[in-house]
């Protein structure tokens, strides 16, 4: 168990519409890292949060955006979603001097 | 821009035959290179940091070493609970992303 927490675990929807993924750092962890997982392109890193800022952006599509809240949780809000979008979403926090990337167990969505 | 390679994007091993992964990279300046384990629908599980060259890291059986271009995993005696995706992932000191590589998919078999 890494500590980082993601729901929900399973994530099924219509094209057009809209969800929100949610992600709990480790205790202490003030980045956030959000990254998407489909079969054909690996991981791929999507947006960095480090305590409620932006610090960096990846190959995020106009229809996803992000935020962290005060309390350091993220989400990852997704919208107008395509039948391409469906994949497993991450969230990894690092923390305390290291840069290591611990993740979380992952959100699997899908579109239909 | 940062890139990974690995290889053998699949391996098939017996039991208790040695092997390596191969996690070929380009980057900027290297920051650190990072090994996960990746289990089917589960999050990668990190493994190993190496740092600069020449640096090995070691687990159970699992080692972990590092050249200017190239990383090493090397898997002496697999189990099959050793049965896993193993990623490769680079950090450069321009940013704090991982670039990771498509990973290598290894079955270990009784």
């Known amino acids: 168990d890494s500590g980082v927490t993601q729901t929900p675990k399973h994530l099924i929807t219509a094209t057009g519409q809209r969800v929100t993924l949610r992600c709990s750092p480790r205790?202490?962890?003030?980045?956030v890292y959000w990254y998407q997982q489909s079969l054909d392109q690996g991981l791929q890193f999507l947006i960095q949060y480090y305590n409620g800022e932006e610090r960096a952006k990846g190959n995020i599509l106009e229809r996803f955006s992000a935020q962290q809240f005060p309390d350091l949780h993220s989400e990852l809000n997704l919208s107008s979603l395509e039948l391409g979008d469906s994949a497993l979403y991450f969230c990894?926090?690092?923390?305390?001097?290291?840069?290591?990337?611990?993740f979380g167990p992952g959100t699997r969505l899908t579109v239909l | 821009e940062d890139q990974v390679t690995q290889s053998p994007e699949a391996l098939r091993l017996q039991e208790g035959e040695s092997s390596s992964l191969n996690c070929s990279y380009t980057?900027?300046?290297?920051?650190?290179l990072f090994w996960y384990r990746q289990d089917p629908g589960k999050g990668p599980e990190f493994l190993f940091t190496l740092y600069s060259a020449g640096e090995e890291k070691e687990k159970e059986r699992l080692k972990a070493t590092l050249t200017k271009k190239e990383s090493f995993l090397h898997i002496t005696a697999p189990k099959p609970e050793d049965s896993a995706t193993y990623l490769c992932a680079v950090r450069d000191y321009g940013n704090n992303r991982l670039a990771f590589g498509k990973g290598n998919q290894v079955v270990v078999i009784p």
């Open positions: 205790s202490g962890d003030l980045s």
């Open positions: 990894a926090s690092t923390g305390g001097g290291t840069d290591t990337q611990y």
């Open positions: 980057v900027s300046g290297l920051r650190g």
